[in-house]
């Protein structure tokens, strides 16, 4: 295997009352998307924002195409692109517009900057909307032209933030479709996200992220070999009395190992979910709920998590 392009050592952050990185390392190959995943405060973004220099490490450090976030933070900047959780455009312009400035503080100019303007907004797929206030995007479009800007420069590493947060199924899926075209054309990614089906259908290893530190590393048949045989069972419910009780009782069962609840639906991991799924209805009867749906699924990211942590991804 050829050097990392991007290797993080024992990454920590720590504020006056809080430890929101600890000891986080790992590293990506050239040409890779490598996931980060884990629920909204885990530490993914504050990660993301001491790789790309926007935030100093309280300890350790990174080096990325050879060059160390910690004392050389411009060249660094000059390899890597970010796309932010949140929308770093000027509503009042145009996508053009919006274009134009960003590359010019990427020091693009003239010619070249005219053409990466043309060459990112084909990649956005919204050539056709160049011309039109950002203002007036959805949300979708809003995030697939910040994309764009990341994008101007031509970096070798880009890191995505939770990019499709808040958007509707289509625009999801376009954004999917561009970080699996981009990285067809070589491009390395890092991929923040809390959605499992995300980071399963886009990388070949992911990291597991949860209360500032990296819990599990691997590939994804690595990651689940890790939950061995057990199912994953989703209950839909109402009308429980005591929820605490119920999950009490569910995880003194045979066979059941975790008893997470998800608003109205419970989370189970169960070996051989199928043959317990008598006993773990009657628990729930028992404790006057209902059951309105059940789904049993195979080892997956999501049961890897309830599985290292005792909860649902979700959560």
């Given at each position: 295997?050829?050097?990392?392009?991007?290797?993080?050592?024992?990454l920590?952050k720590?504020?006056?009352?809080?430890?929101?990185?600890?000891?986080i390392?790992?590293?990506?190959?050239?040409?890779e998307?490598?996931?980060?995943?884990?629920?909204?405060?885990a530490?993914?973004?504050?990660?993301i924002?001491m790789?790309?220099?926007?935030?100093?490490?309280t300890?350790?450090?990174?080096?990325?195409?050879?060059?160390?976030?910690?004392t050389?933070?411009?060249?660094?900047?000059?390899?890597?692109?970010?796309?932010?959780?949140?929308?770093?455009l000027?509503?009042?312009?145009?996508?053009?517009?919006?274009?134009?400035?960003?590359?010019?503080?990427?020091s693009?100019?003239?010619?070249?900057?005219?053409?990466r303007?043309?060459e990112?907004?084909e990649?956005?797929?919204?050539?056709?909307?160049?011309?039109?206030k950002?203002?007036t995007?959805?949300?979708?479009?809003?995030?697939?032209?910040?994309?764009?800007?990341g994008?101007?420069?031509?970096p070798?590493?880009?890191?995505m933030?939770?990019?499709?947060?808040?958007?509707?199924?289509?625009?999801?899926?376009?954004?999917?479709?561009t970080?699996?075209?981009?990285?067809?054309?070589?491009?390395?990614v890092l991929?923040?996200?809390?959605?499992?089906?995300?980071?399963?259908?886009l990388?070949?290893?992911i990291g597991?992220?949860?209360?500032g530190?990296?819990?599990?590393?691997?590939?994804?048949?690595?990651?689940?070999?890790?939950?061995g045989?057990?199912?994953?069972?989703?209950?839909g419910?109402s009308?429980?009395?005591?929820?605490d009780?119920?999950?009490?009782?569910?995880?003194?069962?045979?066979?059941v190992?975790h008893?997470?609840?998800?608003?109205?639906?419970?989370?189970?991991?169960?070996?051989?979910?199928?043959?317990?799924l008598?006993?773990?209805?009657?628990?729930?009867?028992?404790?006057?709920g209902?059951?309105?749906?059940?789904?049993?699924?195979?080892?997956?990211?999501?049961?890897v998590?309830?599985?290292?942590?005792?909860?649902?991804?979700?959560?």
């Amino acid at each position: 295997m050829s050097n990392p392009i991007l290797q993080a050592q024992n990454l920590h952050k720590r504020y006056e009352k809080v430890h929101a990185v600890q000891g986080i390392s790992f590293d990506i190959q050239q040409g890779e998307i490598f996931s980060l995943l884990g629920p909204n405060g885990a530490g993914k973004t504050t990660t993301i924002s001491m790789l790309s220099c926007l935030l100093s490490a309280t300890e350790g450090d990174a080096v990325i195409d050879g060059h160390s976030v910690g004392t050389q933070a411009d060249a660094v900047k000059r390899v890597i692109g970010v796309v932010p959780q949140e929308i770093a455009l000027y509503p009042d312009l145009t996508a053009r517009e919006n274009l134009m400035f960003w590359g010019k503080m990427y020091s693009l100019s003239g010619a070249h900057l005219k053409q990466r303007v043309a060459e990112t907004l084909e990649i956005a797929g919204l050539s056709d909307r160049a011309n039109e206030k950002v203002e007036t995007y959805s949300g979708g479009m809003k995030r697939r032209i910040n994309i764009a800007v990341g994008l101007l420069h031509e970096p070798k590493v880009l890191f995505m933030d939770e990019p499709t947060v808040g958007i509707d199924p289509q625009s999801r899926r376009r954004i999917l479709d561009t970080v699996l075209e981009l990285n067809q054309r070589g491009l390395t990614v890092l991929y923040t996200t809390h959605y499992m089906e995300e980071a399963a259908e886009l990388s070949r290893r992911i990291g597991i992220v949860d209360h500032g530190k990296l819990i599990a590393l691997g590939t994804q048949d690595e990651l689940t070999k890790l939950v061995g045989e057990r199912d994953t069972v989703r209950i839909g419910i109402s009308s429980v009395n005591d929820t605490d009780a119920l999950l009490a009782a569910l995880t003194k069962l045979s066979g059941v190992d975790h008893a997470a609840l998800e608003e109205d639906e419970l989370v189970l991991q169960a070996t051989n979910a199928n043959a317990h799924l008598s006993q773990i209805i009657g628990a729930i009867g028992a404790a006057g709920g209902q059951v309105k749906s059940i789904k049993v699924a195979e080892p997956n990211l999501e049961a890897v998590f309830l599985h290292l942590t005792g909860r649902a991804l979700r959560d």
